[in-house]
């Protein structure tokens, strides 16, 4: 319970935004900083407004959240180098004439839609207004890339009996993504 | 002094601030402002997310101490932030007598 209405009017807007652990530990501060005020003699409100002053605007702490929120530089660094592996594969597909290739038209569609979902999810992640909020995008969006570069090299390896240089690109280039990929899940996935 | 002139440098600030003693947001805050003699007031609040960030890295490492009268989050220097911290002293030491050597040294030579 905070020590004053404005306090808590103030603290409920951040908890909204923020994982309970921030909140409680930026409740910390601020009631560290009204009880400071209050020990110089200020007045209850006065105290409650002179440390809200002083802790600064949430809206500007909720932003410097947003720069460090788990899941955001994940989303960006995918959406960063996914036309680079996109590429490789695009090439590798295009010398290798894969369309004429025995994978079923479904198993191509799913891997498109599954491509398409997952570049929407990221794009979610990394615009989503409330910061902690793109956790759960960012989660599924980092799982999908993983998903495709897998079923990609597994598809690759089944198929082909010589590989081309462009397709071993392509393949370097997902299992550096899938390397990248697996332990910022694991982190995102740790978090609270 | 403002948050902004202290950009590039507020993370040597904060791990120096961690540097003898674990400590929470708001004593690293006062630390900053009682050991600057009042120069460097930062918004209190925007000391959490810069904390948060150092952990994030790796520099430091945050715990809840739950045997004061609330809860309360401190952090403590890892043994890569103190690595970090002596690199960003030797970078700043280098920096300052570079800066200080061409702003109060001897005229600067002509150049054609």
């Known amino acids: 319970m905070a ?31 009204y009880d400071h005020f209050r020990d110089h003699g200020l007045d209850p409100d006065t105290a409650a407004r002179t440390a809200l002053a002083d802790f600064g605007a949430a809206p500007d702490i909720l932003n410097a959240f947003a720069q460090i929120a788990p899941g955001r530089r994940t989303a960006r660094a995918l959406l960063a180098t996914g036309p680079l592996a996109g590429g490789c594969w695009a090439l590798a597909l295009l010398t290798g004439h894969a369309w004429q290739g025995p994978i079923p038209t479904a198993a191509r569609l799913a891997f498109a839609a599954l491509l398409l979902s997952v570049v929407a999810l990221l794009v979610i992640a990394v615009r989503i207004d409330h ?25 690759a390896a089944l198929l082909i009996s010589v ?23 694991q982190r995102l996935l740790r978090k609270p | 002094m403002k948050a902004e002139t202290l950009k590039g440098h507020l993370d040597a600030l904060l791990l120096a601030a961690l540097e003898v003693a674990p400590q929470h947001g708001y004593a690293v805050k006062e630390a900053l402002r009682e ?78």
Not at chain 1, 12 to 32: C, F, M, N
Not at chain 2, 63 to 86: E, F, I
């Open chain 1, 131 to 155: 910061p902690y909020q793109r956790r759960t995008p960012a989660i599924a969006g980092a799982g999908g890339v993983l998903l495709l570069d897998c079923a990609a090299v597994c598809t």
């Open chain 1, 3 to 33: 020590p004053h209405h404005l306090i808590d009017a103030y603290l409920a807007e951040l908890r909204r935004a923020l994982p309970a652990d921030v909140a409680d530990e930026l409740a910390d501060g601020l009631t560290e900083t």
């Open chain 2, 35 to 112: 050991g600057s003699g009042g120069r460097i007031d930062l918004p209190t609040g925007t000391i959490y997310p810069a904390l948060r960030r150092l952990e994030q890295a790796g520099l430091i490492r945050g715990a809840w101490d739950t045997t004061a009268s609330r809860p309360r989050r401190t952090y403590r220097l890892t043994a890569a932030g103190r690595r970090a911290l002596s690199g960003e002293r030797e970078g700043w030491r280098e920096f300052a007598a570079t800066v200080t050597g061409l702003l109060e040294g001897p005229p600067w030579p002509r150049t054609t």
């Open chain 1, 163 to 185: 590989p081309t240089w462009p397709l071993l690109l392509a393949v370097t280039a997902s299992l550096t993504r899938i390397c990248g990929t697996a332990p910022a899940l």
